[in-house]
């Protein structure tokens, strides 16, 4: 992808000062909700079946981020997640790893421990997960706990009240101080929170906000909200990092997060990337998932797709 | 505006699925007519999925029903038998075209069919006491047998005795907490489902019982392979498909209730309820009692 020089100059330009910011953000063109929720609806009615299904089941798989983040979460079920991260289903090892585990900061030794060499990578949420509300400084503390354990990945959240109030220029601060702390060794994906981000406008300016300041991937939601990701905001996000790798080159990839729950929501989201973003895209190094339910399903229309039989429940592992 | 000008109107009849009234997934309809042939009114064929989605329905319904207290489920299974008597003329009906009946004839099978409700009603808070109870043992624990239910579990409803004969395989599995799927008789599904009707208004929580209709070989056969079914009688199915389904279903070990020949008017015995129930045995120790009226 070529770069567009003057485009990207101007891009450095914006995040000079909070005005220019704001000017930039409010200048984006506003959403047509109405017609990107018709288009997420029209794209999730595609029939995937027989050989495409089961390579979309597939590429769902290795997309997973495993995700437990409990205030009960135990040594013992971190523990777990992994071996399932790492062997999703035992009865069939042709089965992709998952992409990640995803748990809290202090839980990343122990995840670490438990996917050693197997490829697949920790992530861990940070800066005050899930509200985000603490100073800057534990925020980083938080931050550079993770990576210090060995984290791959860091799932930031976003300060929405900051963002709700106008204050773009403090957000993007943040995120820069927070990619600061990851270093070379962590990638980060930041958290919107799109439920509580009340429109489409809204969710379209945070993503290019997240995006000039450095994000590795733009992800919807904690999972701890009523609304999480949903057809038409990762839509909009998807149309965000095209249009941003068009301008400046940079590719940053997509992670809707909590409420997919079947297999044939993750289709449908699949369709969504292939069609909007591209196929550059439809890998666990761009599009990810953040779920931990959904792997079960999977595993069943795996088994379905593979044995002609419909599977159950009692055929994979609780968790 | 006089009658001879009225338009009669047509019922469509649906499926019965989680306590909801779907069409078939696949769209499809098939003509259901009477015993001389004349055309009854379209239903619902049934594709695989509509059976996976059943089973999905009764296996969310599970917990629940089997949870709940026996003499609940008395209680409910007692209000179908209410239920019925109010609808008992379009029962008598549907019995009569459905099987070539005459009206008394009809009329005996639903009032049959109705009590038969009322005896299995009656046994849900009675049968762990005959098949369960404490067991005999040589050292100091109690040993306590009881009667669990076994899952869920697909009915193959007789094609000869559309109602009378479906009341009769269907009472006994949910009477015991189980979950049901069943599959109406193919040439006469409409009493069935007009039972469906009476079941989703008479406390019977959505997703204990599920109705489909369709061509019972094409639906039965992705069932009997179901890994999340635990059971599956076989009362509807011919010889030949009979042996087919119990190939189908022993890979994962379902139990089998294979079809035999049945007096449908008979007193029922227990036989079809023991049929979907386990039988689990705990043994309990027990001990000298402490200050505190326990051992331990």
């Known amino acids: 992808m070529p770069t567009n020089a003057p485009t990207a100059a101007i891009l450095s330009d914006v995040t000079s000062s909070d005005s220019t910011l704001r000017r930039f953000l409010h200048g984006l063109p506003g959403v047509d909700a109405v017609g990107l929720e018709a288009r997420a609806a029209s794209l999730g009615t595609r029939s995937i079946k027989t050989t495409a299904k089961a390579y979309a089941i597939d590429l769902a798989i290795s997309m997973v981020d495993l995700t437990t983040l409990e205030g009960a979460d135990t040594p013992g079920k971190v523990r777990a997640l992994g071996a399932k991260a790492v062997l999703p289903d035992p009865t069939d090892r042709t089965t992709p790893t998952t992409a990640a585990v995803c748990v809290y900061p202090d839980m990343v030794a122990v995840a670490k421990e438990a996917v050693a060499g197997s490829g697949v990578k920790v992530a861990s949420v940070a800066t005050a997960f899930p509200a985000g509300r603490a100073a800057l400084e534990v925020k980083l503390a938080d931050v550079r706990d993770a990576v210090a354990a060995g984290a791959d990945e860091i799932d930031m959240v976003i300060d929405r009240g900051a963002f709700l109030a106008g204050k773009y220029l403090k957000v993007y601060d943040e995120i820069v101080a927070v990619k600061e702390a990851c270093g070379t060794s962590a990638r980060l994906k930041v958290i919107f929170e799109t439920g509580e981000l009340s429109t489409y406008d809204n969710i379209r300016r945070a993503s290019w906000l997240g995006m000039l300041a450095g994000a590795d991937f733009i992800k919807t939601s904690t999972g701890k909200v009523a609304v999480n990701a949903t057809p038409a905001n990762t839509l909009l996000m998807l149309e965000a990092v095209r249009d941003f790798r068009a301008q400046t080159g940079v590719q940053v990839g997509v992670k809707p997060a909590g409420g997919i729950r079947t297999s044939k929501d993750a289709i449908k989201f699949l369709v969504l990337v292939n069609e909007t973003a591209g196929p550059d895209w439809l890998d666990n190094h761009w599009f990810r998932f953040g779920a931990s339910s959904l792997l079960n399903d999977l595993l069943m229309q795996r088994q379905k797709l593979a044995t002609g039989r419909y599977s159950g429940p009692d055929y994979v592992t609780v968790d | ?296």
């Not at chain 2, 069409?23 to 015993?35: A, C, F, K, L, W």
């Not at chain 2, 008992?88 to 070539?100: I, K, T, Y």
């Not at chain 2, 009329?107 to 404490?134: H, S």
């Open chain 2, 1 to 296: 505006m006089s009658d001879a000008t009225r338009l009669s109107v047509f019922k469509t009849y649906k499926l019965y699925v989680g306590g909801k009234f779907p069409r078939s997934e696949s769209g499809r309809v098939y003509e259901v007519t009477d015993s001389k042939g004349n055309w009854l009114a379209n239903a619902p064929l049934s594709s695989r999925k509509d059976a996976r989605d059943a089973v999905v329905a009764a296996r969310k319904a599970f917990g629940g029903w089997s949870g709940a207290t026996a003499y609940n489920r008395g209680q409910v299974l007692y209000r179908v038998a209410e239920m019925l008597e109010g609808r008992r003329e379009q029962f008598v009906r549907e019995v009569a075209d459905a099987e070539g009946l005459s009206k008394s004839k009809a009329a005996a099978q639903v009032d049959a069919a109705i009590d038969r409700w009322v005896w299995y009603a009656g046994w849900t808070d009675k049968i762990a006491q005959v098949v369960g109870g404490g067991n005999p043992v040589a050292g100091p624990y109690f040993n306590l047998s009881s009667p669990e239910p076994t899952g869920v579990v697909v009915v193959l409803a007789p094609q000869e005795s559309s109602f009378l004969g479906l009341v009769s395989v269907l009472a006994p599995v949910i009477a015991t907490g189980n979950t049901a799927v069943v599959i109406a008789g193919e040439k006469s599904p409409l009493p069935a489902l007009s039972l469906a009707e009476v079941l989703a208004t008479s406390d019977v929580p959505g997703g204990v019982v599920n109705v489909l209709s369709g061509r019972t070989a094409e639906i039965a056969t992705p069932l009997a392979a179901h890994q999340d079914v635990n059971a599956i009688d076989l009362a509807g199915a011919d010889e030949e498909l009979a042996k087919e389904l119990e190939i189908a279903a022993a890979d994962n070990l379902k139990r089998v209730l294979r079809p035999q020949p049945v007096d449908y008017s008979a007193t029922p015995g227990i036989d079809r309820m023991t049929a979907f129930l386990e039988t689990k045995t705990v043994w309990h120790p027990t001990g000298s009692l402490g200050a505190s009226g326990s051992a331990y």
